[in-house]
């Protein structure tokens, strides 16, 4: 559709060749990007639908089913059973995260000696890759020779060393402090930006009409971040819904399969199972999913400042 | 006299109080981490019991390092397939990108609006959900099990970020410094490395740094799309040493493979800071 | 740009360089970690005598299935594949492996190959997959702690009382000594140490060709209470709930647990690795008495359309001569031939002959679907496990499990 496109008639005519040179050159400089583009994503995002509408096993033949993937999908108890959990974590993740940023943002927004060192810190576990940090948090949560059940018993806290895989609430709360731990500080900068985006005069004319540091809080500093919240959270909810790392690494999908996410889900129907079609269809789905609360949030970005 | 001194008082009690959550909050980001370090000095055996204290009591030694460095063909091959990664999808990222930033910020041309808003609007869609597809084209291609071929995947999937940072870039150069420049007869391309280059240095180093970040711990594509073990990038290989070698798992190569894995992206962002958190604001203004 | 391309070019060139295209003179395999104490070693040996060569990779257990899976239609699987053997069938069936029927047949010895490896490898009565290394699932138990608790070191539990009493006075020892062990969140492993429990005791799993699961029997109920008064009494690590397998053997070789099912593996691997643990190796009881087994173990298939039988040939005479059943026997795996099975192990611990016979006693259960029903970690077999060892409500999870094993089976076949 894109591709190859002769120039639209409304394009300016007539200004001669340095002019058509010109935007050929333009064309040239995008050319890789679009090309790319074009092989690594719009050609694999058409194949996925295509091949939603087939039995597709890895090795053997593919088999055109028409929507009957789909059909099988709505009564697939362990999709939608996944769908749910995936929809909790994120809801329940995306608020934890934002109530310790948030924080940690109004904390760190002045300038004071020290204040950089202390973003920084904050800031360190943001870098570090989403597959290290599971690996070293599946070592921390470690019955045997982690960190945190055996300093609990020895604290005098539990009774006996507790693991905290065994059952789905421990595992799932270590789960988001571990990925609070690692975003907390993320957020915080993007929050930080919206802070001082707020005009120091506002801040003061407020002060000067004795208007408290609580009052200052709830009506210029809220309302003026509304966009960078919404951003925050975006940001947040997007990255929760595709979870796998963490809970493929530390939790294994577990306790009995408590633990599996959509994207679990669709990996393992894909290349553990071999379902190509079937994970295909999923796919869609979860796509669909997403495309609709991009589309929403974005209508909320949108919407003008303090209205 | 008095209330100077109580006002004096209590700015010390605040700012005390500041530093006391300041650090106690800082300790805790960073605990993991120090943590996981001092393990990684430890004996086998002594890794092989919970880090009370932390650091090593039997002494510091490489013993953990040297057990990791004989998994599978040897941890070098491993660091050197995600070193050769992630450069490769930095040096990519950043051509393709700045020739882009370039094309829509300084040229007009038929479809411009809507190929920029097709190159940006990728990044609603999750890779994870056209991995398959990606998996059959890169077959196709005769790129599947390669590295060039997962370089390719992770340069396309930077490059929304990587376009719309280059092009605020170039829009923010001035009109005048290039129009000086034509009158001295430059080529295009000449103009682009020789006048543009230089004043868009910030935003590449931007790109650059997180290009390499995500590729160099991006984990799912990698644990499908390699399938030879002497291919596998650090993420992939450390998580098979976590499953285990003779139903065993050493806990000091975990924790020092951990550590091989994170030095790179501490030691990048601890000196590009700038560019780094540029991004993220950047990202976060518009 | 040109410099960056000629980087590119290289790069994939450096990357290029191991591939199948030198015919028959330099072959690729690959095997399993399970198998890393052997099988270099076999296949340096192999290509110490012979001209043609092997070229050996060793992938994690868990993602074999997957990588040959993703590389054969990637194009790019290797040569040989030494493959656990409940995986033939299914890669039998999508018609990724060469018929090697004519070649094992030829072989003098056919008849004394290991059967369950030949039965799981033959599919529509065509020979896929060959015995490669084998493995029998067996009780270990640690003598040491035996003598301290007051037990006879030299007599392994025959029935399931004995199990759990042994389990017991072990665990009185105290400190962090635990009386029991085994992977508790792993599919693959306790198909390989508890199903044996069951069949000893006269139950089934799958049951018309492996067209039927039958999860919800008494000798079912029965196992998962031995194993939950097990666990509900102390017997067993904290651990051992949410171990997905990677610590199967790293539990009993610690020197501080009673007794663990394991395989024959454990054996040469704790002889050569941990001289330490004094051992003592019994068969997998049933309630009352009786013994099963599971053989495992893996096939030694062959990439279909490669054109290297004889190359084939000449290596799995190696394998299969009395230097290459002695060598694996040595260094962890059973003999595959069962008629120098005694000559080959005859040098080794006599603990090996308690394993050679449950390789002969030993089943393995085939099905096509049989990563998705029992391997997988996020199927059914391991969920069920789980719940009935640790959770509330042992039938309601037999039953879910048994239906939801079916329905695979069944969508299977469409």
Redesign the interface.
């Known amino acids: 559709m894109i591709q190859g496109t002769p120039p639209q008639p409304h394009t300016p005519r007539r200004r001669g060749s340095r002019l058509r040179r010109k935007q050929l050159v333009g064309l040239l400089f995008v050319a890789p990007a679009v090309l790319l583009v074009l092989v690594f994503f719009l050609a694999p995002l058409c194949m996925a639908f295509w091949m939603s509408l087939h039995n597709w096993p890895l090795l053997g033949r593919p088999r055109f089913i028409g929507l009957a993937n789909y059909e099988a999908l709505m009564v697939d108890q362990r999709f939608w059973g996944a769908m749910r959990f995936t929809a909790y974590y994120t809801v329940i993740v995306t608020i934890a995260i934002f109530a310790v940023a948030f924080p940690l943002a109004l904390f760190v927004e002045r300038a004071r000696p020290l204040t950089k060192l202390y973003r920084t810190a904050i800031f360190l576990p943001v870098v570090v890759g989403f597959g290290s940090a599971s690996l070293l948090w599946s070592w921390l949560m470690n019955v045997d020779v982690g960190l945190f059940s055996p300093l609990a018993y020895r604290l005098g806290l539990t009774e006996k060393p507790v693991n905290l895989l065994a059952t789905f609430d421990t595992t799932f709360w270590s789960i988001v402090v571990m990925v609070v731990w690692k975003t907390a500080g993320f957020n915080m900068i993007i929050l930080l930006t919206g802070l001082q985006g707020i005009s120091s005069e506002v801040q003061e004319a407020a002060r000067m009409d004795g208007a408290s540091g609580r009052q200052r809080f709830f009506r210029i500093t809220l309302p003026l971040m509304r966009r960078t919240i919404a951003l925050a959270l975006i940001l947040s909810v997007a990255g929760s819904v595709l979870a796998f790392d963490q809970f493929y690494i530390i939790a294994d999908g577990g306790p009995q399969n408590s633990t599996v996410t959509a994207v679990y889900w669709i990996f393992s129907q894909s290349f553990v199972s071999f379902r190509l079609g079937y994970g295909a269809a999923m796919s869609m789905v979860l796509l669909a999913i997403l495309v609709t609360i991009s589309v929403v949030q974005l209508r909320l970005l949108r919407t003008p400042e303090g209205a | 006299m008095s209330r100077k001194a109580a006002a004096t008082r209590r700015r010390a009690w605040a700012a005390t109080r500041y530093h006391v959550i300041g650090l106690v909050t800082s300790l805790l980001f960073i605990a993991p981490i120090a943590w996981s370090m001092l393990v990684s000095f430890k004996s086998t055996t002594e890794a092989a019991r919970p880090p009370l204290p932390p650091w090593p009591v039997e002494g510091f030694t490489t013993q953990s390092y040297e057990n990791l460095a004989q998994y599978g063909v040897g941890i070098w091959t491993y660091a050197g397939n995600s070193l050769s990664v992630a450069a490769a999808t930095v040096v990519v990222t950043v051509f393709i990108s700045l020739l882009a930033g370039y094309g829509f910020s300084r040229f007009q041309f038929p479809l411009k609006n809507a190929l920029f808003v097709l190159i940006i609007s990728t990044v609603m869609i999750p890779f994870q959900s056209i991995l398959t597809p990606l998996f059959l084209i890169l077959t196709r291609l005769g790129l599947q099990n390669t590295l060039p071929g997962i370089v390719l995947i992770y340069v396309t999937l930077h490059l929304p970020f990587s376009i719309f940072m280059m092009r605020n870039a170039f829009d923010a150069v001035p009109k005048e410094i290039e129009d000086a420049a034509r009158v001295d007869g430059a080529s295009v391309f000449l103009m682009l490395r020789r006048v543009m280059l230089p004043l868009v240095l910030p935003g590449v180093a931007t790109v650059a740094i997180f290009a390499f970040l995500a590729s160099w711990n991006e984990f799912l594509a990698a644990l499908i799309l390699l399938t030879d073990q002497r291919k596998y990038t650090l993420p992939v290989m450390m998580a098979a040493v976590r499953s285990g070698q003779f139903g065993t798992i050493d806990w000091g190569a975990v924790q020092s493979g951990v550590m091989l894995m994170m030095a790179p992206c501490l030691g990048l962002f601890l000196l590009l800071q700038r560019y780094y958190i540029r991004g993220l604001t950047a990202g976060a203004v518009k | 740009?040109k410099g960056?391309k000629a980087?590119?070019l290289a790069?994939?060139a450096t990357?290029?360089s191991?591939g199948g295209a030198m015919a028959q003179q330099k072959l690729t395999m690959w095997s399993r970690?399970?198998s890393?104490?052997f099988m270099p070693a076999l296949v340096k040996a192999f290509n110490a005598s012979h001209k043609t060569q092997i070229d050996l990779?060793?992938?994690?257990?868990?993602?074999m299935?997957?990588?040959?899976?993703?590389?054969?239609?990637?194009?790019?699987a290797p040569d040989l594949l030494s493959l656990d053997l409940v995986y033939t069938p299914a890669?039998a069936a999508?018609?990724?492996l060469e018929d090697l029927t004519d070649l094992v047949k030829g072989f003098p010895f056919y008849e004394s190959l290991s059967k369950a490896h030949l039965g799981a490898g033959t599919y529509d009565g065509r020979i896929y997959g060959t015995p490669m290394s084998a493995d029998a699932s067996v009780m270990l138990w640690n003598k040491r702690l035996f003598k301290q608790a007051g037990l006879d070191p030299e007599k392994g539990p025959t029935n399931w009382a004995e199990i759990e009493e042994y389990a017991g006075k072990v665990n009185a020892i105290g400190g962090d000594i635990r009386g029991f062990y085994f992977s508790g969140?792993c599919g693959g492993c306790n198909a390989f140490t508890f199903m044996p429990l069951v069949w000893a005791s006269g139950g089934e799993i799958l049951v018309d060709g492996g067209k039927r699961a039958t999860l919800n029997t008494p000798q079912m109920r029965d196992a998962a209470a031995l194993y939950r008064g097990l666990v509900a009494k102390g017997y067993v690590?904290?651990?051992a709930?949410?171990d997905?397998?990677?610590?199967?053997?790293?539990g009993f070789?610690t020197d501080r647990i009673g007794m663990s099912p394991i395989g024959a593996f454990?054996i040469g691997?704790l002889v050569k690795?941990y001289p330490k643990v004094e051992f003592g190796v019994a068969f997998l009881p049933g309630k009352t008495g009786g013994k099963a087994s599971f053989a495992g173990g893996d096939n030694f298939v062959v990439t279909a359309g490669r054109k290297n039988l004889p190359a084939v040939r000449e290596f799995l005479t190696f394998v299969y001569s009395l230097e290459g059943q002695t060598m694996l026997a040595k260094l962890g795996s059973l003999p595959t031939r069962s008629d120098i099975a005694a000559e080959a192990v005859k040098s080794l611990d006599e603990r090996y002959l308690v394993a050679t016979e449950a390789m002969k006693i030993g089943r393995t259960p085939s099905s096509p679907v049989y990563?998705?029903i029992i391997n997988?970690?996020?199927g059914p077999w391991?969920?069920m496990l789980?719940?009935i060892f640790?959770?509330n409500d042992v039938e309601g999870s037999l039953i879910k499990a048994e239906k939801t094993m079916q329905s695979i089976i069944d969508t299977s076949g469409?």
């Open positions: 740009m960056l980087a590119v790069l994939a990357c290029a191991v970690s399970s890393e104490a990779q060793i992938v994690p257990n868990t993602e299935v997957q990588k040959y899976a993703i590389s054969a239609a990637g194009g790019s890669f999508s018609g990724q969140a690590p904290e651990s709930r949410t997905p397998g990677a610590n199967f053997f790293g070789a454990a691997n690795n990563n998705d997988s970690s996020t391991k969920q789980n719940e640790f959770g469409k």
